[in-house]
């Protein structure tokens, strides 16, 4: 038992161990691809708008700048262009968006808000070139962004954006005199901004995550499970026979710890031969215990093994050292009392009995045991003597029970004509 419980403890901490490193590894790994989908898609996003972009500024613009008819169109502005584009794109997948956020930009609708300011601010004071990617949670939405920072490096730029003498006429009658000038060559002014919702592949990380789990904590039980039967197949039942036959060889009774029937009837042989040499008293007392069966029916078979167990505990803390108790099989004892005569044993076998009567056998209420004792006659076999106690304590048993019968004490006893022989 303790050392199933100790398997069990290593297994179970092993267990543990295992689902706790699989879980970290596992979520790990889900967060990083959830990530990199996220980014895929992001950059989808900042791909298209810079192709609509540079469409813009290589294609249309020029068509346009040809013809003085047109002047300024807003709608030849590579991020304008971009802007309206995305947003028609965007209609289809809702929750996306494509910004274009600048801190002093022409066209109000471009003025960078809240975080996108201290991402521009960012860019600005530390120089970053490439790209910023951040996961952003809040307790309403998880968003991935994508930004790149927009950077002056076309001097067709500043025709627009220097000054506004030196803008086209159209544009700062749309657009005014105040905002979108004063930018130079290499100025970082804002930031392209892809925004994606994150919920529904954190959700599905979430669901796979979780499924993995109830999978892993399936596998480490059936694993639990196949161990402790192969513990038990291949190793426990194999060492408690080893043992139980181990303790028989020892001629000790694996159960309750008394001699075991060999043992006792080699002892009785001993007994008979020094109380014949001594002239010494000797007696025999066999105890059976009352309505065992029901014991066992009621309570179960490990509960009846308790009892035997503790009976036997219990009748070793009263007998001296020389006497003998052995269990002569089931529930059926006998107890050897060497140099003792008949009036002593009685009073033994007397407090015995009440010993196991008073005696806690929890979780079974009461147990009582029946006694039988006959003493010695000189000149008599084992197996005649230990019949006559026999019928002693089947007289005790006929008597009621949770008694003391000695032999001789009923004048209508069976004559011993045939003793029971013994091995
Ligand atoms: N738990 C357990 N039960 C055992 C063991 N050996 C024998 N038994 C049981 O002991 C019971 C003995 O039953 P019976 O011979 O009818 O005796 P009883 O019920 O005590 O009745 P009386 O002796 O007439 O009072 C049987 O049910 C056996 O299975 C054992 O090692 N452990």
Not at 308 to 334: A, N, P, S, W
Not at 372 to 401: C, P, Q, V
Request: net charge neutral; hydrophobic share 45%.
């Amino acid at each position: 038992m303790l050392m199933r419980a100790k398997f069990n403890l290593v297994l179970l901490l092993t267990c543990m161990l295992g689902m706790a490193v699989s879980a970290w590894y596992l979520h790990d790994n889900l967060k990083q691809e959830m990530m990199q989908e996220l980014h895929r898609n992001a950059e989808a996003t900042m791909e298209a708008a810079i192709a609509v972009r540079r469409y813009t500024s290589l294609q249309i613009k020029p068509i346009l700048d040809a013809d003085p008819a047109f002047a300024f169109r807003k709608q030849a502005v590579p991020a304008f262009a971009a802007r309206e584009v995305m947003a028609l794109f965007h209609e289809h997948y809702p929750g996306q968006s494509y910004r274009e956020a600048a801190l002093n930009p022409m066209n109000p609708k471009n003025v960078a808000q809240g975080w996108e300011v201290a991402l521009i601010q960012r860019y600005q004071s530390e120089h970053l070139k490439g790209a910023v990617t951040e996961l952003v949670q809040t307790p309403d939405s998880s968003r991935f962004n994508l930004a790149r920072p927009i950077r002056i490096s076309d001097k067709a730029c500043l025709y627009c954006h220097s000054s506004p003498d030196r803008a086209p006429e159209a544009l700062v009658s749309l657009y005014g005199r105040k905002n979108g000038f004063g930018w130079r060559m290499g100025d970082i002014v804002g930031a392209q901004i892809v925004s994606v919702p994150a919920q529904v592949p954190m959700q599905r990380m979430d669901d796979t995550f979780t499924r993995y789990l109830w999978l892993l904590a399936g596998i480490y039980s059936l694993l639990f499970v196949v161990l402790n039967l192969l513990l038990s197949m291949l190793v426990l039942k194999p060492l408690n026979r080893a043992n139980a036959l181990l303790t028989q060889e020892a001629g000790q009774d694996a159960l309750t710890g008394a001699i075991s029937r060999r043992a006792f009837l080699r002892s009785l042989d001993d007994a008979i031969a020094q109380a014949t040499f001594d002239e010494r008293p000797l007696c025999l007392v066999m105890i059976d215990l009352d309505h065992f069966k029901a014991i066992n029916d009621q309570f179960g078979h490990n509960v009846g093994d308790h009892v035997l167990h503790q009976l036997v505990y219990t009748l070793q803390q009263m007998i001296k050292q020389r006497d003998c108790l052995g269990r002569l099989g089931g529930e059926e004892f006998g107890l050897l009392l060497p140099e003792t005569a008949e009036s002593g044993a009685r009073v033994l076998a007397e407090q015995l009995r009440v010993a196991v009567m008073l005696g806690s056998f929890d979780p079974v209420p009461r147990v009582t045991a029946s006694f039988g004792l006959a003493e010695w006659r000189y000149g008599e076999t084992a197996s005649e003597f230990m019949h006559r106690a026999d019928i002693s304590l089947y007289h005790a048993k006929r008597n009621g029970r949770n008694c003391l019968y000695v032999w001789g004490e009923d004048d209508h006893m069976p004559d011993l004509t045939e003793p029971a022989g013994h091995s």
